[in-house]
């Protein structure tokens, strides 16, 4: 039985991902924030999959000892860490950069970037230690060199996140770990959808593309669970998003349309 342990994991696709890693045969730690939601989402899944399999630990990635604890908790439990994914993200409001809050470059960056440098480096440490292992790290927007009016703050994370993930796999060529980068492409959960709170205007705009460009976490989560279980590589980019399944999405919205969201 692998152990993985997912930061960020008790909604969005995180919760996705253990809750696909679980239906696997695998035992899951799920990394949150607060520690209510963190209880909240093991009680969730230890009543579907078992409690043997699912355990707990309230980690904010901007705090590279609660990220020290998540690891350490889970060896605890388990013994052994076989995957870690760095999930714990957070977005910005889609504003041009001079319209958005003087906190917001330092809330986004810290826990898009510093919380996935730390949440590597502690989970590289630990797999050194114990000989093997794998540390997934997710990119996003940014990442693959698109550009959107408003997200300069959030990809430009993970546009660093990208740059990580490729310094990290040279780094750790001829050791026992390797590095892999997520690609789910545009996913429809709460971080998407709560940035247009307060703008419904803005949201009727996007909506039409969005059902077209989105997956639901149902989707999108088995099949990158599916491929990192699978995936021995290091450097590997499983990527769900590509220009051919874009195109074809916009082609056939012609004839069919998607709706992702109401």
């Keep these: 039985m692998r152990t993985i342990v997912i930061t960020g994991s008790t909604r969005g696709i995180?919760?996705?991902?253990?809750?696909?890693f679980l239906?696997?045969?695998c035992a899951v730690v799920v990394g949150g924030r607060r520690a209510e939601s963190t209880a909240a989402a093991v009680r969730r899944?230890?009543?579907?999959?078992?409690?043997?399999?699912?355990?707990?630990?309230?980690?904010?990635v901007l705090h590279h000892d609660q990220i020290q604890a998540l690891w350490d908790a889970a060896m605890q439990r388990y013994g052994h860490i076989d995957i870690w994914i760095n999930n714990a993200g957070i977005s910005n409001a889609p504003d041009p950069l001079w319209k958005q809050p003087a906190g917001c470059p330092y809330q986004v960056v810290n826990t898009n970037l510093v919380g996935t440098m730390w949440g590597a480096m502690v989970a590289l440490r630990g797999m050194m230690a114990q000989g093997?292992?794998?540390v997934y790290n997710l990119e996003g927007l940014g990442s693959d060199g698109r550009h959107i009016d408003g997200m300069a703050i959030y990809g430009a994370t993970k546009a660093a996140v990208r740059y990580l993930d490729r310094a990290l796999a040279k780094e750790v060529r001829g050791t026992p770990v390797i590095v892999g980068a997520l690609q789910p492409g545009m996913v429809a959960t709460d971080m998407l959808t709560s940035q247009y709170e307060d703008k419904p205007e803005d949201w009727e705009r996007v909506k039409p593309i969005f059902n077209i460009l989105s997956d639901r976490v149902e989707d999108v989560a088995p099949w990158l669970a599916d491929r990192?279980?699978?995936?021995?590589k290091n450097g590997a980019r499983i990527s769900r998003s590509s220009g051919l399944r874009l195109g074809f999405r916009f082609v056939s919205s012609l004839?069919?349309?998607?709706?992702?969201f109401d």
């Design 23 to 25: 239906e696997r045969g």
């Design 255 to 260: 004839f069919r349309k998607r709706q992702i």
């Design 132 to 134: 093997s292992g794998a």
């Design 45 to 60: 899944l230890a009543d579907r999959y078992g409690a043997d399999r699912v355990f707990g630990q309230p980690c904010d």
């Design 228 to 232: 990192i279980l699978m995936n021995r």
């Design 14 to 20: 995180g919760y996705g991902l253990a809750e696909a």
